[in-house]
């Protein structure tokens, strides 16, 4: 794997996993906020929660996701000789 490959990979990693805390914390939070407020999860409208909690629990996974794949391409670009 060449550096400009392995970066175009990371790259390709940031940007899809930022569009999806994009969507999760721009998208549920203001923009379906009327339709989730329908439901409710631990007492309190959907919309609400997002807006509060899940945005924030959704950023930490996508760490977490993000820190796996890393790996996986690090151990990749190591067996291949970057």
Do not use: H
């Not at 930022?18 to 969507?23: A, E, K, Q, T």
């Not at 309190?44 to 807006?51: E, I, N, T, V």
């Amino acid at each position: 794997m060449t550096p400009k490959r392995y970066w175009r990979t990371n790259l390709r990693y940031v940007g899809i996993l930022l569009g999806i805390w994009f969507l999760v914390s721009f998208g549920a939070s203001v923009l379906l906020v009327d339709v989730l407020d329908g439901m409710r999860m631990f007492g309190f409208k959907l919309g609400f929660w997002f807006a509060q909690q899940g945005a924030i629990y959704v950023f930490v996974l996508i760490i977490f996701v993000y820190v796996f794949l890393m790996n996986r391409l690090d151990k990749k670009s190591i067996a291949e000789g970057i």
